[in-house]
């Protein structure tokens, strides 16, 4: 079992910068492939970009990709998403997940946290 926070959701203006915070309970946080997704409100859930176990390999969705950028520190028991140049469109709510295998799909993933709130402004 994995209980996962986050943390560091705000509003910022366009073109600004946030870095949000997932933090995790449990021994076995190194074992998970780690996720963060977003969902704008009337829309769905989408993945954002997701991290290896160790760290190794991360992919991103495209809509993010240059911009954002995911960690994880398997010490501190956390993964962090840097967002960068921040667009109105990426106003959403963010959330942190946890699985077995890396996948774009929310269906990968068998822990979330929360979620935190990211408000751009033009």
């Known amino acids: 079992q994995v209980q996962l926070v986050e943390s560091g959701g705000g509003l910022v203006q366009a073109g600004g910068s946030l870095r949000l915070s997932c933090a995790a309970s449990g021994r076995t946080f190194s074992s998970y492939a780690l996720g963060w997704f977003r969902q704008a409100p009337g829309k769905e859930r989408e993945f954002v970009a997701h991290i290896s176990r160790g760290g190794g390999s991360t992919n991103y969705a495209d809509s993010v990709k240059g911009r954002f950028t995911i960690s994880r520190d398997n010490a501190r028991n956390t993964v962090y998403l840097q967002m960068n140049s921040l667009k109105p469109e990426d106003t959403a709510v963010y959330y942190c997940?946890?699985?077995?295998?890396?996948?774009?799909?929310?269906?990968?993933?068998?822990?979330w946290g929360q979620g935190t709130q990211v408000t751009v402004s033009s």
């Open positions: 997940a946890a699985g077995p295998r890396l996948g774009v799909l929310s269906t990968s993933y068998d822990y």
